[in-house]
């Protein structure tokens, strides 16, 4: 099934923010604006309506869940959490961490989409669900119970076709290769601050 985009347009042309529009104060100890993050993190959570399994549904609930936490604490404290690590700090200054927890474990879930993404990019003959398969066990796998990773094993296992799931990101698939290549650099910056940040003492709680 070819891409319902309009002519020489890909997905990316039709997400509300994309991670290349995030942001990052590199004179700030990269600091990352809070509003536009969310936008793209959730604009990214369209990209498992693309993957079209309902065994998706899992990666993408959880994902919205804890987009919810910290845009809740932003909502609550607007002046103390316009960037991520302002928001971080102040939620557990006040001996609270509901967002904190919120945004280390959506930054797993980014770094597991970007890690196979970038998985697949670069080993042209691997499927999809093994580059998703590797970035799970990478990423999520060491945190979730026994519980939960069945679920998101069977999204794994539901992936589609390499040659489908690019096709459906639009039909120029040169210009695909382009604009992933773009958001995927910058989507992987974000992630790459984060997981400096959350690692440090101060973030922690």
């Known amino acids: 099934m070819a891409a319902a985009y309009p002519p020489g347009q890909t997905f990316f042309d039709t997400v509300k923010k994309s991670f290349v529009d995030v942001p990052v104060d590199a004179a700030k100890d990269s600091a990352i604006s809070t509003t536009e993050f969310l936008e793209a993190a959730e604009s990214l ?13 899992p990666v993408k609930n959880d994902m919205s869940g804890n987009i919810k936490k910290i845009r809740d604490r932003q909502l609550a404290a607007p002046t103390l959490s316009e960037t991520l ?40 003959s691997k499927e999809l669900s093994d580059s998703f398969r590797d970035a799970y066990g990478n990423t999520l796998k060491p945190h979730h119970s026994f519980v939960v990773k069945p679920l998101f094993s069977a999204a794994m296992s539901a992936t589609p076709y390499r040659k489908d799931f690019y096709k459906k990101l639009g039909d120029d698939e040169t210009k695909v290769q382009a604009e992933l290549e773009k958001w995927l650099a910058a989507l992987e910056k974000v992630v790459n601050v984060l997981n400096v940040f959350l690692a440090k003492k101060e973030a922690k709680w």
């Open 45 to 57: 959570t369209t990209l498992f309506d693309v993957l079209g399994s309902a065994a998706f549904k």
């Open 85 to 124: 690590q302002d928001l971080v700090l102040n939620e557990l200054k006040e001996k609270k961490h509901t967002a904190t927890e919120g945004l280390v474990w959506l930054n797993r879930g980014l770094d597991f989409t970007a890690q196979a993404l970038r998985h697949n990019i670069t080993n042209p």
